[in-house]
T-cell receptor
Framework: AQSVTQPDIHITVSEGASLELRCNYS??????LFWYVQSPGQGLQLLLKYFSGDTLVQGIKGFEAEFKRSQSSFNLRKPSVHWSDAAEYFCAVALSSGGSYIPTFGRGTSLIVHP | IAGITQAPTSQILAAGRRMTLRCTQDMRHNAMYWYRQDLGLGLRLIHY???????GKGEVPDGYSVSRANTDDFPLTLASAVPSQTSVYFC??????????????FGSGTRLTVV
């Protein structure tokens, strides 16, 4: 069964500092990869996605993620964090199976931003 | 505005009662999904539908049923609610064309409390 791991439950950074959120998956093939953000009381918003091609993906709100096949990782980065980035972040993977792409989500990483 | 509408926004339900959570999308997406979100567990798939007329079971389907009579609607029914079904429920959809998916769009969620 496919699985995705976000090793960090909470991450605390100071405003203006750089950020990296980790995501690892376990599959034989390269899945579709996503990062979502959820603000308190809200639904999930897509930050970026990787299907193929360039392994460095740019997303919204200044986020980027790098796919590393050798490490089965898809880590999310931002060079300078803003207070408004405080939220829950979810990594998701989806693998083609019989014509469907059912996403599996990690348990999430809560980002806390100190002023 | 294109997207997913979930209703109700929140509900307090007596144990043993029947409840249907509504989900409607106006993007003509092929696939739709129901997730529940619980603290520390991330999002877990309940049921999914790859296209109108078909449904499938996810990771935690027990106690839930779905139907997909048309492209736009994907209601989730709790036949006899139990307190362990207290959760936030998210409906999502995705377009599947040419063997690729375009990401997943989420509704704003339904907060359900079973007492």
């Amino acid at each position: 069964a496919q699985s995705v791991t976000q090793p960090d439950i909470h991450i605390t950074v100071s405003e203006g500092a750089s950020l990296e959120l980790r995501c690892n998956y376990s599959y034989g093939a390269t899945p579709y990869l996503f990062w979502y953000v959820q603000s308190p009381g809200q639904g999930l918003q897509l930050l970026l996605k990787y299907f193929s091609g360039d392994t460095l993906v740019q997303g919204i709100k200044g986020f980027e993620a790098e796919f590393k096949r050798s490490q089965s990782s898809f880590n999310l980065r931002k060079p300078s964090v803003h207070w408004s980035d405080a939220a829950e972040y979810f990594c998701a993977v989806a693998l083609s199976s019989g014509g469907s792409y059912i996403p599996t989500f990690g348990r999430g990483t809560s980002l806390i931003v100190h002023p | 505005i294109a997207g997913i509408t979930q209703a109700p926004t929140s509900q307090i339900l007596a144990a043993g009662r029947r409840m249907t959570l509504r989900c409607t999308q106006d993007m003509r997406h092929n696939a739709m999904y129901w997730y529940r979100q619980d603290l520390g567990l991330g999002l877990r798939l309940i049921h999914y539908s790859n296209t109108a007329g078909t449904t499938g079971k996810g990771e935690v389907p027990d106690g839930y049923s779905v139907s997909r009579a048309n492209t736009d609607d994907f209601p989730l029914t709790l036949a006899s609610a139990v307190p362990s079904q207290t959760s936030v429920y998210f409906c999502a959809s995705s377009a599947l064309a040419g063997g690729e998916i375009g990401g997943y769009t989420f509704g704003s969620g339904t907060r359900l409390t079973v007492v």
